[in-house]
Structure formats: C-alpha cells, structure tokens
C-alpha cells in the first residue's frame, strides 16, 4: 500500500473552496487513491476515490495527477460543517486502508 | 437501508474485565474491519473478516484479542482482561467486497473506558 503525505492542518474561509493535497509517490498502478473525513469523533465517512482519472461526486471532487504521484482533493464550497480530519489512502490487494495522520482542516466564519 | 450498527456506544469495564464489542455490517455487505483509535491519534487497523474467515489480523494484539464474523450474526470484538491501555474508541467498517473500487462504511464505534 502506498505511503502518503499529507499537511497537518489548513484553515478555509467559508464559502470558498477547501483544496487538500496528498502526496503518494509510491502509488503503484493498480492502486487506488481513497478520501475520508472524520468530524470530531464520529466513524469516519466515505468521500471520494479515484484510480487516475479525475472523479466528481456530491461532495467533492477528486484530482489526480497525470503520474499519479499525488492527488488534491476539492471541496467547492466549504461550510462549517466541513471542519473535520481528512485522510487520503493508497491502498490495492486485501483492501486494507492504512490510516495516516491525515490534514485537520478548519473552515472559518 | 440502516447504516454499520455498532454496540454498546459506550462501554465501561473494570480492569481484568472483558469486553465484548458488537458490529452488524450494512445489508449485503460480507467484509469487516475493524479500528481502534487512541485518544488525539489516528486509526490503527486491527483485523479483516469476511464471514467464517479471518484473512487479516496482522494488527491485532498477539494476546487478550480475539475477532469473530460467522455466518449468521454480527461481527465480535473480544479483548480479555482489560487493561487500563485497552481504553479507546473501536470502530467497524463494512464492504461488499474485497475488490478494488469499493468503498467502506464506518459505524459510529464503541467507546471503552477501563477503570
């Protein structure tokens, strides 16, 4: 599963767009590109993920480089409510999602 | 269509106790994880169940640790002889599958508090 490198923490204005980085330089090819949040200290949800082409849904949209050695996830229009842990995963085989220490993002009034 | 059911929400345990910790998987879904996450730290993986079938715990503790998924029933954590360390927060994940391209859904955990 591929190492990942994510910012400790990043602040957003409310009302504009949450744009969070993820390194992932060892990603192998068949190895997908996870999101998840954690708000306070809920069970983690589900965001996005991608293999190498951009992805968009509801929530999020998810930029993939064309070397797939790192990604960005976007939130369009951040609200308070996006305030949360962000973690951003590699993982291929017996699907196993190694959690790292992911970016704390703060979405300020 | 109810989401990953986890129970107790919160559990209180004596040292030397044991604690059981319960998870019934989203409907369809025959693949749990489960996570333990320490107070102001990440998820640390624990094991890997599909139903009858252990396929990976390399992140269970060697001792006092046990998992379990049968064929009828939810998923059980077991830890024996609690110890004041064991105090975290336990959360279980369900998938349809162990293929690519499918993405997992957390209950709400179990908090353990060992006095």
């Known amino acids: 599963d591929a190492k990942t490198t994510q910012p400790t923490s990043m602040d957003c204005a409310e009302g504009r767009a949450a744009n969070l980085p993820c390194n992932h330089s060892?990603?192998?090819?068949?190895?997908?590109v996870y999101w998840y949040r954690q708000i306070h200290s809920q069970g983690p949800q589900y965001i996005i993920h991608g293999l190498k082409n951009n992805e968009t849904n509801e929530m999020a949209s998810l930029i993939i480089t064309e070397d797939r050695k790192s990604s960005t996830l976007i939130l369009p229009h951040a609200t308070l409510r996006d305030t949360a842990v962000y973690y951003c995963?590699?993982?291929?085989?017996?699907?196993?999602?190694?959690f790292g220490t992911g970016t704390r993002l703060k979405v300020l009034a | 269509n109810a989401g990953v059911m986890q129970n107790p929400r919160h559990l209180v345990r004596r040292r030397g106790q044991e604690a059981r910790l319960r998870c019934s998987p989203m409907?369809?879904?025959?693949?749990v994880y489960w996570y333990r996450q320490l107070p102001e730290e990440g998820l640390k993986f624990m094991v890997y169940?599909?139903?009858?079938?252990?396929?990976?715990e390399s992140g269970m503790p060697k001792e006092r640790f046990s998992a379990e998924f049968p064929k009828e029933g939810p998923s059980i954590l077991r830890i024996q002889q609690v110890v004041r360390g064991d105090s975290a927060a336990y959360f279980c994940?369900?998938?349809?599958?162990?293929?690519?391209?499918?993405?997992?859904?957390f209950g709400q955990g179990t908090r353990l508090t060992v006095v």
């Open positions: 169940l599909q139903k009858e079938n252990i396929i990976d």
């Open positions: 994940a369900s998938t349809t599958n162990n293929g690519q391209g499918f993405e997992a859904f």
């Open positions: 060892t990603i192998s090819g068949n190895e997908y």
């Open positions: 995963i590699g993982t291929s085989g017996t699907y196993k999602y190694i």
């Open positions: 409907k369809g879904h025959s693949h």
